[in-house]
């Protein structure tokens, strides 16, 4: 039986979607392969089960099953890019406010 996690009562609505997408595709990618859960899950390291709760999308599948079965699929190397800072919007958001704040404090100073 899986272990039941407090966050994964609370996971918003988009975050449990994402999973479940991503978990679908896995299952696609695993059946195009022609591939079993058995077999799947044995070069995953994990049970059958764990396999299947990934392919549901269930939140609490360690990451590293996920990052496992990118990797099978040759998908890896597209795990660094989904925190990258360069598309961080609301990092953005923050930086462009700091750097008005700045500019309005430099104009008041030139205005005295």
Not at 67 to 77: E, K, N, V
Request: proline residues 5%; hydrophobic residues 45%.
């Amino acid at each position: 039986m899986p272990k039941s996690s407090a966050h994964n009562d609370w996971l918003p609505p988009q975050a449990v979607n994402a999973l479940r997408e991503l978990g679908g595709q896995l299952a696609i990618a695993r059946v195009r392969r022609k591939e079993s859960l058995r077999a799947w899950a044995k070069r995953i390291g994990v049970s059958v089960r764990t396999v299947q709760r990934l392919e549901d999308g269930d939140p609490g599948v360690g990451m590293g099953v996920y990052a496992a079965a990118l990797w099978l699929i040759g998908r890896a190397d597209a795990l660094p890019g989904l925190a990258d800072p360069s598309l961080d919007r609301g990092a953005l958001e923050l930086d462009v406010r700091a750097a008005r704040a700045r500019l309005s404090r430099t104009a008041a100073k030139t205005d005295r």
